[in-house]
């Protein structure tokens, strides 16, 4: 009887283990979008153009034989404030279950904070952070974006 509640406890355990937790950090807009700015590879508004379903390995590794759903999705630059991804760049995330990987909608347009590119030149975005499409950006971050790009573009000079 121990060992089953022991089974069952670790079953619980593993499954909370596999789920996506963000924790998301306080502070003003302005504090929020720099701290996203300074660890996104790139920060760019851009429209979905096409996706394709896919499946594709575990981000965790392992088996080769390991693939989960996912999507990979051609964007095109809008505006950029950071990043070299080009005019017409690649997302590919999975997208399964608690995997933090954001879905995308063909023809919509996004505030992207993206990490990567990996080593076949796609990026990836994730639930946990900022990213979010067009209608559901908060008021004043462009601005803000605007403001951290230009004090960074005056640094460098």
């Known amino acids: 009887m121990t060992r089953l509640v022991a089974v069952a406890l670790l079953m619980v355990l593993a499954r909370g283990a596999l789920a996506c937790s963000c924790a998301f950090p306080e502070g003003t807009l302005e504090e929020k979008v720099?701290?996203?700015?300074?660890?996104?590879?790139?920060?760019?508004?851009?429209?979905?153009?096409?996706?394709?379903?896919?499946?594709?390995?575990?981000?965790?590794?392992?088996a080769d034989s390991l693939r989960l759903p996912g999507e990979i999705t051609h964007f095109s630059e809008?505006?950029?404030?950071?990043?070299?991804?080009?005019?017409?760049?690649?997302?590919?995330?999975?997208?399964?279950?608690?995997?933090?990987?954001?879905?995308?909608?063909?023809?919509?347009?996004?505030?992207l904070y993206?990490?990567?590119?990996?080593?076949?030149?796609?990026?990836?975005a994730s639930t946990c952070s900022r990213t979010s499409e067009q209608s559901r950006i908060e008021k004043g971050e462009l601005?803000?974006?605007?403001?951290?790009?230009?004090?960074?573009a005056?640094?460098?000079?």
């Open 143 to 152: 601005e803000a974006l605007d403001r951290i790009a230009a004090e960074l």
């Open 34 to 62: 720099r701290g996203s700015f300074e660890t996104a590879a790139a920060v760019v508004l851009a429209r979905a153009e096409s996706i394709s379903e896919a499946q594709l390995p575990s981000p965790f590794g392992g």
């Open 114 to 124: 993206l990490y990567g590119p990996d080593d076949e030149g796609f990026y990836g």
């Open 78 to 111: 809008i505006r950029s404030w950071k990043g070299s991804h080009g005019k017409q760049f690649y997302t590919r995330i999975v997208t399964a279950c608690c995997m933090c990987g954001k879905s995308f909608s063909e023809g919509d347009t996004y505030l």
């Open 154 to 157: 005056e640094q460098k000079e």
